[in-house]
């Protein structure tokens, strides 16, 4: 039907896509270049696919200053939103009863002067900061697919809305309009889809694939004597196995609130490996439960992040688009920090969009400043002083596993001890990571004990809460009667091929209960997938971690979507 429709044309200078901190970053440096500069600001257009702005934005976060330092002379007198600064950093390395304090602060940890933020509320005064110099920003408008003219990004298609779930359009159907632009910046956040089959389609992939990590996080109101402002606490070990990347983060927010949250990496080998349940086993420790004691679980949200890090970040430019932010996989994985990086990648393609303009040029050749300029960038040196810190970590695979926590040593002596007096070298130059699905062991591979991962933690609804409940404090809506935006290609395989290998780990990877599989006609060894597309909380880790690579996460309507305003 796509095809068929007749649909509107809307053209503009510069089409960015996606409104966070680094497509905002982008236009407000832009503005005030063309400013300072005497040059006309081009037709400018932010568009967003949540109902509103902010409302898909989701993060920890404790934001560098350094970045927004730049942009602005003075931020905070500017009116930009924060919790707190931290006055108060500990790691903690935890078994499953104890919390051991490390001594000193790894430098990449320390957060000292640094702002707890709402993202979604920092997004926000971005985005009246880019209106105020008179830049247009349309929420709604979920980028498609991007449009092409030979190997040139032309513009992009919105989504429709209004189709049945049979794909035909209902009474209030309206086509999706093509947008235009002579240069198309991508800044969908983590996994884009506009970005993904851009990558895929030029091999604009960089030395290693792009790695992940799915966040699950959650605000709580605490009692004030469990409450205090300016404290941050990160934590590593359980209730992650030794094979499994990832740990703990806990930020006092105002209003005796808390950020909580836990990651885990998708390069995990267990099929029963949940992030939803990681998240509340995380919550029973005594360090947490003590400080969540007579409290209340007020949001929750999950979302996937690149940290792939330095030798995973794409080709930043093409002819006629640029990636910026987390779709450029900017995130700084060591330290847990994406914001900062987003802002300045903003920035930087910003400089070489004026560059751009004054030459009306947008190929590739022009266009390729950006990447010089990000190479020479303070935030590409932050990067390639961690640069084997992720892909590292596989290391601990080649050791026994009867040596437990020990099998960390390689990794540490890699990617973390040796990283500092090598200028973040390392052993070796350059480690050699696989895409995350791969890790993935079958079912016939895993070890008695490993199988026990497949019991869950026992819910009380009070301190730890299932997977409904948690789409429920998502605030995640869908429109039901649309078709699925989440693309299987072959749902065979599910109830067959991936069923007796794998053991269908959708149904642990998904923090939101999208995949089921249901028994067929009542009968227990016959099932067929159900997907529930009404909970998904848009954080993408179906298109990262399903061991076929069958799932394709696609945007649905228009404002459809979780609702993370204030997280």
């Not at 404790?62 to 500990?90: N, S």
């Not at 094979?243 to 995990?268: A, H, M, N, P, R």
């Amino acid at each position: 039907m796509s095809e068929a429709v007749e649909r509107e044309r809307l053209d503009v200078d510069l089409l960015f896509v996606g409104a966070g901190s680094a497509t905002l970053a982008a236009v407000i440096r832009l503005a005030d270049l063309c400013k300072e500069q005497g040059v006309e600001m081009p037709a400018t257009l932010v568009i967003e696919k949540a109902e509103e702005i902010g409302g898909h934005q989701l993060s920890g976060a404790m934001m560098d200053a350094r970045a927004i330092d730049e942009l602005f002379d003075d931020p905070v007198k500017e009116g930009m939103p924060f919790e707190a600064k931290c006055d108060y950093d500990a790691v903690y390395f935890l078994t499953s009863k104890r919390a051991i304090k490390l001594p000193i602060t790894p430098p990449p940890m320390a957060n000292h002067g640094n702002y707890a933020i709402s993202l979604s509320d920092f997004v926000k005064w971005l985005a009246e900061q880019a209106e105020a110099r008179e830049i247009e920003i349309y929420p709604g408008f979920p980028a498609a697919e991007p449009i092409l003219e030979g190997d040139r990004v032309v513009g992009v298609r919105i989504q429709d809305r209004g189709v049945d779930k049979d794909g035909k359009p209902k009474g209030v159907f309206e086509a999706g309009p093509e947008i235009y632009a002579k240069c198309v910046i991508f800044g969908e956040g983590s996994r884009g889809s506009c970005t993904k089959s851009l990558v895929d389609r030029f091999d604009l992939g960089g030395y290693n694939p792009q790695a992940y990590e799915t966040g699950i996080k959650e605000i709580w109101k605490v009692k004030p004597e469990n409450h205090r402002l300016g404290r941050v606490l990160h934590t590593m070990g359980w209730p992650h196995d030794p094979t499994t990347f990832g740990g703990g983060w806990l930020y006092d927010l105002k209003d005796d609130q808390i950020s909580l949250g836990f990651v885990t990496g998708l390069d995990y080998d267990n099929p029963y490996t949940d992030p939803h349940d990681n998240m509340q086993r995380f919550k029973t420790h005594p360090l947490i439960s003590k400080i969540l004691e007579g409290g209340e679980c007020i949001k929750y949200g999950a979302k996937t992040m690149p940290v792939g890090g330095y030798f995973s970040i794409p080709k930043l430019y093409m002819n006629g688009a640029m990636l910026v932010g987390d779709s450029a996989g900017t995130c700084n994985g060591e330290r847990l920090k994406g914001v900062h990086m987003a802002l300045k990648s903003g920035m930087l393609a910003a400089e070489t969009l004026l560059q751009a303009i004054q030459k009306d040029d947008f190929s590739a050749e022009t266009l390729s400043s950006y990447e010089s300029a990000w190479n020479e960038s303070w935030a590409a040196k932050e990067h390639y002083k961690s640069r084997n810190f992720h892909a590292s970590f596989k290391f601990t695979f080649k050791m026994p596993r009867w040596m437990g926590w020990a099998r960390q040593l390689p990794w540490l002596a890699n990617g973390q001890a040796l990283a500092i007096p090598t200028g973040g070298r390392g052993l070796f130059k350059q480690v050699k990571a696989h895409p995350d699905h791969t890790h993935m062991k079958k079912l016939s591979q895993l070890s008695a004990k490993e199988r026990k991962k497949a019991e869950k933690v026992a819910y009380d609804g009070k301190l730890t809460f299932d997977k409904v409940t948690a789409v429920a404090l998502a605030g995640s809506r869908h429109e039901v009667d649309q078709p699925h935006h989440l693309k299987v290609a072959d749902t065979d395989l599910c109830a067959t091929t991936c069923a007796e290998e794998y053991g269908n780990p959708c149904e642990n990877f998904c923090p939101a209960d999208v995949y089921e599989m249901i028994p067929d006609d009542g009968d227990e060894s016959k099932k067929h997938l159900v997907i529930h597309h009404e909970n998904c909380v848009h954080c993408k880790t179906c298109d990262i971690a399903d061991p076929y690579a069958q799932i394709t996460w696609t945007t649905p309507e228009g404002g459809d979507g979780p609702d993370y305003a204030n997280m």
